[in-house]
């Protein structure tokens, strides 16, 4: 009896603030914010452990709305991506006391069973400060998108394994679902500007393994979410898929070595091609330019153009969330 009582205060002293980052959503159009408002109204101690931060990089504020749990509304009058976001959360979560940070999109659906679920896991390894995050396992209908293991140019999705267990291998997880310990954010001083939107999860995981942080793999837990790279004749619009490509190459340049960065060029050139059967032709037009980028300027070059694309994207508000 003693031990299940300490098992439940442990439980109970975990707490994190769930942040949603909303780019043009209205609330209503939100499934994240509708989900976590069904699950405060069939739940309500769920609001002992989480707090929600509702961050809006739109242009314009949004009047706020009542809700079935008590949040913070945040609007950004300059849209510095979700890596803006995530790093304001991440003071305002220290500020509050919250040793986790729950990163959520605006399309999300998340339940009470999966928000009791992972605040379980964090229980669970509360105190070994080795273990960065919590991570869910994220589809887009069959395709699993999170989290994934780094292979050589490449990676691919992570077997789901039939406990929760520790992963020190390179891997990277979405933003969103994952659970993410405020502190293993401040030792590699959160997220990188460079990636305030795409890349932004990939490079954050990649920092993290670098200074031998591991991941607990959630794989009793799973979500739904929706992915515009996965669309390109709804979602994706070719503003957007630029500053995609901008993210991508950075990221080879930054933290992949030369055999990797040669086989990025044959995987954009075979990009090319798959394309070209697009409806809109501009998306292969923007990957060719990607290409002969890459053929032909330094790294140096190259990087120091996508900041400047990356500061005039922020300030036009190019990005969607």
């Known amino acids: 009896m003693p031990q299940a009582q300490s098992e439940k205060t442990d439980a109970a002293a975990v707490r994190a603030l769930a942040v949603v980052v909303l780019y043009r959503t209205p609330f209503a159009r939100s499934k994240t914010i509708a989900g976590l408002a ?31 749990f008590a949040y913070t509304y945040r609007h950004s009058a300059v849209n ?11 003071r305002i979560a220290e500020q509050r006391g919250c040793g986790w940070l729950l990163l959520l999109d605006d399309d999300t659906s998340v339940t009470g069973e999966f928000l ?16 960065a995050a ?20 490449r990676h691919v999705p992570l077997p789901r394994p039939a406990a929760a267990y520790t992963e020190r291998r390179a891997i990277f997880a979405a933003n969103s679902g994952t659970l993410m310990r405020v502190r293993a954010l401040e030792v590699i001083q959160g997220y990188s500007s ?18 031998r942080l591991s991941v607990r793999i959630a794989g009793d837990l799973s979500l739904e979410h929706e992915m515009a790279m996965l669309d390109y004749d709804r979602r994706m619009t070719p503003a957007r898929f630029a500053t995609f490509l901008a993210a991508e190459s950075d990221f080879m340049d930054l933290h992949r070595g030369p055999a990797e960065r040669g086989m990025h060029l044959l995987r ?21 330019r990607a ?11 190259r990087l ?11 300030g036009s508000q190019l990005i969607i969330r």
């Open 38 to 68: 069904q699950a405060f109204g069939e739940d309500p101690l769920l609001a002992q452990q989480l707090d929600v931060l509702v961050w809006d990089n739109s242009p314009e504020p949004q009047e706020e709305r009542g809700f079935p």
């Open 80 to 90: 510095e991506g979700v890596s803006g976001a995530y790093n304001a959360a991440m």
């Open 116 to 131: 009791r679920g992972l605040l379980g896991h964090a229980a669970e390894i509360a105190s070994e400060e080795g273990v």
């Open 134 to 153: 919590v991570v869910p396992f994220l589809y887009a209908g069959t395709f699993c998108m999170s989290p994934r293991l780094w292979r050589f140019a």
């Open 194 to 211: 460079r990636f305030w939107l795409d890349y932004s999860d990939i490079d954050v995981f990649h920092r993290l393994h670098q200074q």
């Open 268 to 288: 954009l050139a075979a990009r090319v091609l798959h394309q070209r059967s697009y409806a809109d032709p501009a998306f292969a037009r923007l990957t060719r």
């Open 291 to 301: 290409l002969w980028e890459r053929l032909t300027t330094r790294r140096t070059t």
């Open 304 to 314: 120091g153009r996508h900041e400047r694309m990356r500061s005039a994207g922020c």
